[in-house]
């Protein structure tokens, strides 16, 4: 019975240590951009030529006809255009990021009124390969240091905002974003409503292209 008992223990370290390890290394994934979705070994591995150097910039606009919706306490504000675009710091990081040279969001309104959506620290934006429960040619999208400003220009009403998870990008002959996450609220003049928001959006990416996600 003893044994047994010190068998059961000794499995059941040995599967934490496993398990641990299985979450250290999804954690710990390089990431890099391909101009093919190439799988040498059954994992979306990036080899030679294929990969883009560092400095290759990320470009991509939402798409035509749609818009980027933000609900917000203080209403729903909606804009017609929107266009990121930034440079990777690498070919392959953990995750890889993107210098955000511009972040950009126009024509926006809520219910008629107009609205100023501006990123007044742009940060940077990070790229991690997902890999479970599959491995994909497909990566989360997180922005880093980054604030938003959302102005409702005729009452006057500002909120900040703090980014984080926002959403990801699918892999393809022409990569896209589906953008979708929180927005954290972090502070506001009187006349804004305090309390946390959301946007989503589709973005399609044009630069570069084609673009895979990989390791």
């Known amino acids: 019975m003893k044994k047994l008992k010190t068998f059961a223990l000794a499995a059941a370290a040995v599967a934490v240590l496993a398990s641990a390890f299985g979450a250290a290394s999804a954690v710990a994934t390089p990431t890099s951009l391909c101009k093919a979705p190439t799988t040498p070994g059954g994992l979306p591995i990036c080899e030679g030529a294929h990969l883009y150097p560092a400095g290759t910039t990320i470009h991509a606009h939402l798409e035509g006809g749609t818009r980027l919706v933000i609900p917000t306490p203080n209403g729903v504000v909606e804009c017609k255009t929107s266009t990121i675009d930034g440079n990777t710091e690498q070919a392959t990081a953990k995750p ?20 100023d959506v501006e990123a007044v620290k742009p940060g940077t934006l990070d790229i991690e390969i997902i890999d479970l429960p599959v491995w994909t040619h497909n990566g989360t999208l997180t922005l880093t240091g980054t604030e938003i400003r959302v102005l409702w220009t005729l009452s006057g009403d500002e909120c900040f905002y703090d980014p984080a998870d926002i959403g990801t990008l699918t892999g393809g002959a022409m990569a896209t974003i589906d953008w979708n996450g929180p927005l954290t609220y972090t502070k506001g003049n009187l006349g804004c409503v305090p309390g946390n928001a959301n946007w989503n959006g589709a973005y399609t990416v044009t630069q570069p292209e084609p673009l895979w996600v990989s390791m």
């Open 96 to 115: 890889l990021g993107v210098f955000i040279n511009m972040l950009n969001f126009g024509e926006c309104e809520d219910a008629g009124e107009p609205v």
